[in-house]
């Protein structure tokens, strides 16, 4: 069955103000587009968790729908600070957020828990940490079972009430394949209660059924499936387009004050109607620019059951 929305109508019919929502992706990607949408539709209230949290949700923390963060590592990638990030921390503009902050194997570990229907998981890399001190979400439980360790540390689940998670290709009912950093992309979809995909491309599922391997989110967990090339730019799609420098040097500059970086936000996000537009803001040869070099993986003969 076709899961197929745009962009627009699925932000609508999954999120809603106050949620806990996870945009996964890790340095690449990153659903940018849906983000945007997020902050068009103006929704407020919402508990925004993700892994390093970068451009994309500094841009929604200036907009003013974030309340809380739970996340672990946050900047601008190669550049420095979210200043955006910083400004509702230490200067409660446009409004004060609240922190959660774990390593990143501890927010995955998270993340690992909701998807297993766990109520959570130990991890020992917090043995020695100074994080049980400055997080009360992660506990200490006593090791049922000889070793060296007289207790461990544990996480709870984060089952996110909505996550948008990107693929490079999927079928209209959902079955996705990813190449590249997996990131914590999988986990966030298994965790979550709604899950939104959006992908580069829609292919018929003789493409999906020639390489199943490649298949790391099933149909059954998604709900709305939605094509937007070029929707993690200015972050990148491997295989699609490369990470455009540019522009996280140009948020760096343009979020330096609120009014800068409302500027922004005003011309990107409010000023367009959907990522087509953007996309015709940015020229054909800036677009060219992005484009990988091809680089096949050698055929394998995956055999006719």
Not at 15 to 27: C, I, P, R, S
Not at 49 to 63: F, G, S
Not at 103 to 124: I, M, N, Q
Not at 172 to 200: K, R
């Amino acid at each position: 069955m076709s899961k197929l929305r745009d962009m627009e109508g699925a932000i609508d019919a999954a999120v809603e103000d106050g949620q806990t929502m996870y945009l996964g992706g890790f340095t690449h990607l990153i659903p940018l587009a849906a983000g945007h949408e997020i902050i068009r539709q103006g929704y407020e209230g919402l508990t925004a968790a993700r892994a390093t949290p970068d451009l994309i949700y500094d841009q929604l923390i200036a907009a003013g729908c974030v309340d809380d963060v739970v996340f672990s590592w946050a900047g601008n990638p190669g550049v420095g600070s979210l200043r955006a990030f910083r400004r509702a921390v230490e200067e409660e503009v446009p409004h004060a957020i609240g922190l959660e902050e774990y390593s990143h194997f501890g927010l995955v570990t998270r993340l690992e828990a909701g998807a297993r229907h766990l109520p959570f998981l130990p991890l020992r890399s917090y043995v020695g940490s100074d994080y049980i001190e400055h997080n009360d979400a992660i506990r200490l439980l006593e090791n049922p079972y000889d070793g060296p360790l007289d207790e461990i540390p544990v996480v709870p689940a984060l089952n996110p009430d909505v996550a948008i998670v990107r693929a490079q290709r999927a079928t209209e009912d959902g079955s996705a394949q990813l190449w590249g950093i997996l990131g914590e992309i999988v986990e966030a979809a298994f965790a979550a209660d709604t899950v939104v995909l959006s992908v580069e491309e829609i292919v018929d599922e003789d493409v999906i059924r020639s390489d199943p391997n490649r298949t790391f989110i099933p149909d059954s967990v998604v709900d709305y499936v939605v094509e937007e090339p070029y929707g993690s730019h200015p972050s990148y799609a491997q295989g699609y387009y490369g990470r455009d420098n540019e522009a996280y040097l140009t948020w760096d500059e343009q979020s330096q004050s609120h009014d800068g970086t409302q500027e922004w936000l005003d011309e990107w996000v409010y000023g367009v109607e959907n990522r087509r537009e953007y996309l015709e803001k940015l020229t054909p040869e800036r677009l060219l620019d992005l484009e990988p070099k091809t680089n096949y993986a050698t055929p394998i003969d995956m055999g006719e059951y």
